[in-house]
């Protein structure tokens, strides 16, 4: 399914715009946002990374590696062939698979990055559940906002998708419920932002004073 919905020339064309434009102004605002205060040496995990742009962004930004888990084989072989162009080939390690069957195998990851990601799952609880889990200091999300305009959108794109025949469907989680998985997982907001469309979330996890004294 996915590799149908995002074949070679969508990914292509996403990296032909990422190269001659850069990153769509909400996916700046995460790579922003994970990277306040300095990454330098950090993880990063970029789920459904599409092209690159949030974790080829990091590693620029200081990042020492990252894994780039994708469910469209182009996508990845496009995010490959960007990280090598850019010399950080070798920083990066890419896995082409639906996340949330290939989480049980992943190392956590001091960032964690769902760039439009969410809105292309059914389960939100087993992909956000499993993405918060692995976040050891910080994930980002950018996410539709739960409003009727967005559903009514989805709703009328998920009708073409069918009248096309094509498996594929889009869904607008509310936002509440994300909000309650990732907090299960013991991470706390730290910024949140809201357009007309997209809504950028990025939480923190929180190590108790005790637990950091007993590091020690």
């Not at 539709?144 to 998708?161: F, H, K, M, Y």
């Not at 923190?204 to 004294?213: K, L, N, Q």
Request: charged content about 25%.
């Amino acid at each position: 399914m996915y590799d149908r919905e995002f074949d070679e020339r969508s990914a292509r064309r996403k990296l032909a715009e990422l190269r001659k434009h850069g990153p769509p102004d909400t996916t700046v605002a995460l790579i922003e946002t994970l990277s306040a205060g300095g990454i330098e040496g950090a993880t990063v995990l970029d789920i459904g990374a599409g092209v690159g742009a949030v974790h080829l962004a990091l590693l620029e930004r200081g990042a020492a590696s990252a894994t780039d888990v994708d469910a469209s084989a182009a996508y990845v072989a496009a995010a490959r062939e960007e990280a090598i162009r850019r010399g950080v080939g070798h920083r990066v390690r890419h896995i082409t698979g639906e996340f949330v069957a290939t989480a049980p195998d992943l190392a956590a990851a001091d960032l964690v990055a769902l760039d439009r990601v969410v809105c292309c799952y059914d389960d939100v609880t087993a992909l956000v559940s499993a993405a918060a889990k692995l976040a050891r200091r910080r994930l980002g999300l950018v996410y539709p906002v739960d409003r009727w305009w967005t559903r009514l959108g989805i709703q009328a794109e998920n009708l073409w998708q069918a009248a096309r025949r094509e498996p594929f469907r889009a869904f607008v989680h509310p936002t509440t419920t994300v909000d309650r998985l990732i907090r299960e997982q013991g991470l706390q907001p730290s910024d949140a932002r809201s357009g007309f469309i997209w809504q950028l979330a990025v939480y923190e996890r929180i190590v108790s004073a005790d637990v950091s004294a007993g590091s020690r």
